[in-house]
């Protein structure tokens, strides 16, 4: 997982962090269970379900932790069946209370009317950050993205086009991402260096070998070689 590497790289070096903040597609239960084991403050936003539209949202049945089960939002039972490999329980409903349930077209279209509704086995870890995310301090920690690291992103994509790779392969796409933020750090310290700073980083002609490196490279994403297929 990407998750992993980059955190561990991270924390190691800034022991001191307290609380981590992530954007919804890293709010699974294997991270914030991580974040959580390390006594760190995981902060996530609110992650749309991702059902069909028209159908019943898994949040509408509602796990009993005493027994173990799910209930239906026609208040029938789900009984765990099996764990399966990828450390999902899996809760299943009698074929007998579905083949005549009058919102079953609301719930599932199995052929042997069964509704199936998994749980991982850290979703506990995962409801805690879910959680916690309706704290004052986490609202404005996660607000800080917009400030933060979100405008890099918005700029990758609006003005690097970002949005779409455009080559095949791990190492392709990694050249072409490592040349775009080059070029956008580049960027970066010709803008501080136009602003007039008392102590400069580089001197006058380092600016402008910046400004030419800049450009270079935006040319070059814009229209790559096309020997790199």
Sequence with gaps: MAFDGLYEQVTKKYEEIESVVVDAGYKTPAICRKIMKDNRNPVVPYKRPMTQKEFYKKYEYVYDEYYDCYI???????????????GYREYKSNPQDCVNCPNR????????YTKVVTRHIWQGYYEEADHLRHTDKNKALYKLRSETIERVFADAKEKHRMRYTRYRGRSK?????????????LKKLAVWLSKGRKKPLFSPNTAQLLSFLSNWLSAFIKEPLQAVA
């Design 72 to 86: 239906c939002p026609n208040d029938k039972i789900l009984t765990y069946s099996t764990t399966n490999r990828e």
């Design 105 to 112: 077209n609301q719930c599932t279209q199995s052929e042997n």
């Design 173 to 185: 796409v990694k050249m072409e991402i490592s040349l775009i933020y080059s070029c956008m750090n």
